[in-house]
């Protein structure tokens, strides 16, 4: 197993060792002009603020939204919850699409942080809402039974047990954001992501964008850093004897009217104002056209690429998250934390990191199928790891143990007592994978074999021509394919318990 993820560590390291080679190269006094310049520093400020509100906000709405929905009496509550998860199939650039095509108002700051906000914070919200419902009440009655008041015990009690869900979700919104271009391109809000896409598409200055492409790396490096000295060595996995049962909810009284203003509210800027703009362009756009030919083999090819790369992501991430969670020790820790560089780098950088290797080593993988769902794994990995890592870190050990004494073997443990454990969170891995699949921009565009187009690079043809209407087919696709997903996710989220 120690072998096995050493090998894929090395895979998602290929962008960074390109980066690396590439500093090297030019020399470090080349390199730091490249990086000391004004540009950089407008750069490095942009992505600071955006990240760092974008993930407290996420945060803060992904954990109030889940409390409400899961742990409350709302009104609702099941079609809450999907709904609550339903932005995770409109892709950030369609939720731009939407907004833009409404007002100009969103382009700057304020508009992005809306945005990737409103796009990435059910990334936090599933989770937590997956560890509230497999929370045992004991702990709460216990603290109440001392005399501690609701928001007392919320804080000293819950939130501690919610840390893996809401540092795992933030760190995804962190390095998912470091790499987004398609919607902060929309929204004209220049960030290391979209500088990168520039210097290679249109000033064609390699050396810059890979220095830029060396700070994001930094960025990551310093996400991953926090989160280690966040999460700590707690062990999360109830040891108490009996099952855990099922919290009452807490009534909210005369706070109902209000949560549910709050929840509805949300829903309308993430859901509503983004679908609405779309079949407003679908009913009434003077270039809106229904070619479908083109349609039905874009969608044929983006489903059958989020398959492929949500099955092989979700194997890959299997033996990394298990090494973390049950062989604790630096190497473990070393292995699982470099597998998240990749999510930080933009899909242009792992893509002509991807070429330069294919072209000079393996030039047979040059334009094919398997190197573009390595580009997938290597991009996506983390999002599956986290959803894995979690389901195995509450799955009690002892369980496994009790087989083996009883005279299990291996493989029969692992079909029989493991799997079905962490069953709800490898599904959740494979579909969030999935949705990215179906909606990846960058690394596509490069990466696809000649004559392969997805949904997403047809969109993005469209809207770079400024035609909004014939672009609303191939998004309101996105949004149907990656709707099952999504749902999917709903569905783990209410049987982990």
């Not at 004209?188 to 964008?209: G, L, N, V």
């Not at 104002?273 to 229904?290: D, E, K």
């Not at 960058?442 to 209407?469: I, M």
């Amino acid at each position: 197993m120690l072998v096995l993820c050493v090998i894929i560590a090395l895979v998602t390291a290929i962008p960074l060792l390109f980066v690396i080679g590439y500093t090297v190269s030019i020399g470090w006094d080349a390199a730091w002009r490249l990086i000391v310049r004004p540009r950089v520093g407008e750069l490095l400020v942009n992505t600071t603020e955006l990240m760092l509100g974008c993930m407290t906000l996420c945060a803060v709405l992904g954990t109030a939204t889940a409390w409400l929905v899961h742990r409350t009496n709302l009104p609702g509550r099941k079609v809450w919850h999907v709904l609550l998860a339903a932005p995770l199939a409109i892709p950030a650039f369609v939720t731009s699409f939407g907004w833009v095509s409404v007002t100009g108002a969103v382009e700057g700051y304020g508009g992005a942080l809306l945005i990737v906000t409103l796009s990435y914070y059910p990334l936090v919200y599933l989770p937590v809402a997956a560890i509230l419902q497999g929370l045992d009440p004991a702990l709460e009655e216990s603290a109440h039974s001392l005399g501690l008041g609701s928001w007392v015990v919320f804080a000293r009690v819950v939130l501690p047990q919610l840390r893996p869900a809401v540092l795992g979700g933030s760190l995804l919104v962190g390095l998912h954001l470091l790499a987004e271009f398609g919607a902060l391109q929309m929204l004209r809000f220049p960030t290391f992501t979209t500088a990168i896409y520039d210097q290679y598409r249109s000033a064609y200055d390699a050396q810059a964008a890979n220095m830029l492409a060396g700070v994001l790396v930094a960025f990551c490096a310093v996400l991953l850093l926090a989160d280690l000295r966040l999460r700590g060595r707690r062990r999360y996995a109830r040891l108490g004897s009996g099952t855990a049962r099922i919290a009452p909810p807490a009534r909210l009284g005369p706070w109902s009217a209000p949560a549910l203003l709050a929840v509805l509210g949300l829903v309308v800027l993430a859901l509503g104002i983004p679908l609405g703009s779309l079949v407003r362009w679908l009913l009434v756009g003077a270039s809106t056209a229904f070619p479908l030919a083109t349609l039905a083999q874009t969608a044929a090819t983006a489903l059958g690429l989020g398959l492929m790369a949500g099955l092989l992501t979700t194997l890959c991430a299997l033996p990394v998250a298990w090494l973390s969670v049950r062989y604790r020790g630096r190497m473990s820790g070393a292995l699982e934390r470099s597998t998240y560089v990749g999510n930080a780098l933009p899909g242009i950088v792992v893509a002509l990191a991807l070429v330069a290797v294919s072209i000079q080593l393996v030039r047979p993988a040059y334009q094919t199928t398997a190197l573009l769902l390595t580009a997938y794994v290597i991009m996506f990995l983390p999002r599956a790891l986290v959803s894995v890592r979690a389901a195995i870190a509450q799955a009690q050990p002892v369980l496994d143990d009790v087989a083996h004494s009883l005279g299990a073997g291996t493989i029969s443990r692992m079909r029989r007592v493991t799997l079905p454990l962490i069953a709800p969170g490898v599904g959740a891995g494979a579909a969030l994978v999935f949705l990215a699949v179906v909606t990846e921009l960058t690394a596509t565009l490069l990466l696809s074999p000649t004559g392969t187009h997805t949904l997403a690079t047809q969109f993005w043809s469209e809207v770079r021509d400024v035609d909004y209407g014939a672009a609303a087919p191939y998004a309101a696709l996105m949004v149907l394919i990656s709707a099952p997903a999504t749902y999917l996710l709903t569905t783990t989220a209410r049987r982990s318990t």
